[in-house]
């Protein structure tokens, strides 16, 4: 996937024959577009984005917004792009703890798109902005100090974004309340001649979601890392 030129845009300054904001209106901007939009998304989801429901949220008329933002399309790859920013762990730039800054920008990531639901299902549809292009170019620097071959690396980059992916996708759609899966877990048991390890588990029964991400990460991360 390639980057998109227009999550790297300037803000565009007011042009010559734009009606002038009302008073009292806040400043219109691609900015306050963006945030808005990320609003709209997390109340509403995909199908729930028009330009005439951002423009009404906003306290402005559709035509307005296309002097900040190109289209329906353009303001999907800005939100998307703004709810992935990485802002950076707590360790040393360059630290030689190449495997606890690889946890934390992909926990970080999980943790992004889990609070902002839409943007799972969006984000594979999507050209990739700068947000997310500067998140594996961290992955893929920490990778390399970890001496994983230039060769390898792009299978490695792609082994832990689908694990990041259906992991978050997973987490979002598995919706069972306590007592469906206490139920389940009683059928597996009725069933269990059939289905004997995973009723041993009790595997309908976990919920620890965070911690099966880390251990999952784990198992993949011994992997990569060269013996």
Do not use: C
């Not at 227009?6 to 009292?24: L, Y």
């Not at 594996?136 to 990041?164: F, H, M, P, Q, T």
């Amino acid at each position: 996937m390639a980057a998109k030129r227009g999550g790297a845009r300037s803000n565009r300054s007011q042009r010559p024959g734009q009606p002038p904001r009302p008073a009292g209106e806040p400043p219109l901007s691609r900015q306050r577009i963006v945030a808005t939009a990320v609003e709209l998304l997390d109340a509403q989801g995909i199908d729930g984005l028009t330009m005439r429901r951002l423009a009404d949220r906003l306290g402005s008329g559709v035509m307005s917004l296309y002097w900040h933002v190109d289209s329906k399309e353009d303001v999907f790859d800005l939100a998307l792009d703004a709810v992935l920013e990485y802002r950076g762990s707590p360790q040393e730039p360059q630290s030689e703890d190449w495997r606890g800054e690889i946890v934390h920008i992909l926990e970080d990531w999980r943790a992004s798109m889990l609070s902002h639901s839409w943007s799972a299902s969006l984000l594979p549809r999507r050209a990739l902005g700068p947000n997310i292009l500067s998140r594996l170019e961290l992955l893929s620097k920490a990778l390399s100090r970890a001496g994983v071959a230039d060769a390898d690396i792009n299978a490695a980059i792609w082994s832990l974004w689908n694990y990041v992916m259906g992991a978050t996708i997973t987490r979002a759609s598995f919706d069972l309340s306590d007592d469906d899966r206490a139920a389940a877990q009683q059928r597996l048991t009725r069933l269990s001649e059939r289905y004997a390890t995973i009723e041993r588990s009790r595997l309908l029964l976990d919920d620890d979601w965070d911690g099966a991400f880390r251990k999952g990460l784990g198992f993949l991360l011994d992997g990569l890392a060269p013996e």
